[in-house]
């Protein structure tokens, strides 16, 4: 039980950690003006925005069902969040409904698509 919760956090630590380099990592090379570069963060950004809490389980190689779960509800709100931020930044930096709901949307149905196919595994 402890080691899949050591695992759980591992996948919290490592999944915020990347997510604040590739962030920081964009406004780089924005700066420098490496625009495949950037765009290539971006999508990876996006990605990881989209699906926080499947990243937190592989991040942290989880084994435990219902520590994948957990993982799955707090990557969902989390990935709630930051969609909101992602489509104010494709907004340029301004906010727009239709894609903020948009965000939302595929952030929700990734998540709540992955925690169904979880809990079909239970026993």
């Not at 956090?9 to 915020?16: H, K, L, V």
């Not at 990592?25 to 996006?46: K, S």
């Not at 952030?107 to 239970?122: F, G, W």
Request: net charge positive; aromatic share 10%; proline share 2%.
């Amino acid at each position: 039980m402890f080691r899949s919760a050591s695992n759980l956090f591992r996948g919290i630590c490592i999944a915020a950690t990347l997510y604040a380099a590739l962030f920081f990592a964009h406004i780089i090379v924005a700066v420098q003006g490496w625009e495949m570069v950037f765009r290539f963060i971006a999508a990876l950004i996006t990605l990881m925005t989209f699906t926080v809490g499947p990243s937190i389980i592989v991040l942290g190689r989880v084994q435990s069902l219902e520590q994948k779960i957990q993982a799955n509800a707090i990557g969902h709100s989390v990935g709630l969040i930051l969609s909101i931020g992602l489509a104010w930044a494709y907004a340029d930096q301004s906010f727009d409904m239709l894609l903020t709901s948009a965000f939302l949307l595929i952030t929700a149905i990734l998540h709540s698509s992955h925690r169904r196919v979880l809990i079909q595994k239970r026993p």
